[in-house]
């Protein structure tokens, strides 16, 4: 068995030994479990020592559940300038029946697609290959697959028309495509973006924690280069003595099934548990800038509840298991663009932020074209106020001129089109 390894952005460089020679062991696939747990106390232990992620306080409540023929403009006001998660049942297709193993084998399996391996609980090391090799693997090995879902598939898979219509059409970043089996629990995790995350096959259960500050310091972060956060508690055997202010925090819980999707606001710790075969799909969404209200004139009266995945206009798609800019033509006003989907709900773009966007947007080229302008020097174009280098502001941003604008889109142009290029060489 031959796997091979690419370095991939925003992760170590990475080796997936091949598991031959363990004899494979199907994995639990019981998907009946009692969540949330009910809990016990000792006497002589704190609440929830060494018991996994849950059990350290009673869950203060369920999620808030919305209906399935919520309007954008609800949405927004409520839970998008709420900063409050909802979940909102049956909102996508059920895909239990059509996305068999046999079938997905068959139809895809020659796709390149992304695939992470748990390693010691904290490094998720990811690594490329056909997913007809993952279905044969995932059954037994720890292997789960996180991919953007490649085009091929997306037609097979819905986009609710919710998120389609007003400010959240233009803020859609990527779908990305889950599937695991047998139990397995995520990191304690926050995103830097907002999320919408829908269940087609299986059980997902969530735990959602109400931090009051932005950067709880208890939780034992780690931030990522794209701005997400993780902490470094073992979400399986917490640590109480260690980690005592589990006890205090409240936190809210939901149990997804086929169908159900999960809104998830930037900056919220959530942790989730998968049990059985489960295939999920999760949508980012750049965060709007709340202070803005609503607008939908081309949102629909009573649209279908959702349309066609490949009618969503994203920012990211994958080409041989590659993140590539979807767009092929990019003007200055995109590359402005671009930065404010960056800046999200903040009201500065920090440039390590920038500089892990344009390194996705570019790095298959920067391997091919020497000449290609740093991320620095880019970056220093773009701003040229010297009191504070680390940043731009959102005024800068938006009175940046064209021709500075410009230099920008005329690299993610190139970079996006490079294999249209490749083939006008031949
Ligand atoms: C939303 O709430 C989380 C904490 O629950 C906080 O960290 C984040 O900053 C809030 N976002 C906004 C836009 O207020
Ligand atoms: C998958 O990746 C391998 C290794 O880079 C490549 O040879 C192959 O052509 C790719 N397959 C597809 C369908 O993109
Ligand atoms: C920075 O650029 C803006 C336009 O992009 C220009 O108006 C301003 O004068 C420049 N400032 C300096 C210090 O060069």
Redesign the pocket.
Known sequence: MLL?T?FLIQSNIIWISPVDGNIPFPKDMNIHVLFPPIIQTHESIPLGHLRPLGWQRRADGPILEDSLNIEPARFYHLFVQGNRSVVIRGIVSALDVLWTDSYLSKRYG???VTVAKRKQRLVDTLT?M?FKTFLEQYRQDDLYMNTIIPDEMKFEASLPSLITCGIFSKRLLEPILWISAGDTASLLYAHAQNTLHCVLDGRKDFIIYDTSNKYPHELDLVKQSNGDLFSRIDVDLVNTYKHKYLHSLPWYWTTLYDGDCLFIPAYKFFQVRAHGRTIALSIDMAPPDIRNDFIGLDCERNPPIYISLDKGQFQWRY???VRHLTKRIITSDDARTYLLLLLGANDQLHKDIFQNFYIQATHELASKDLGLPTANHIWKQLNNDTTNEDYMTRNQITSLPSNVLQLLGDVLQKSARIHEYEKSEL
């Open positions: 091979l690419f020659h796709l390149n490329m056909p080409e041989h298991g």
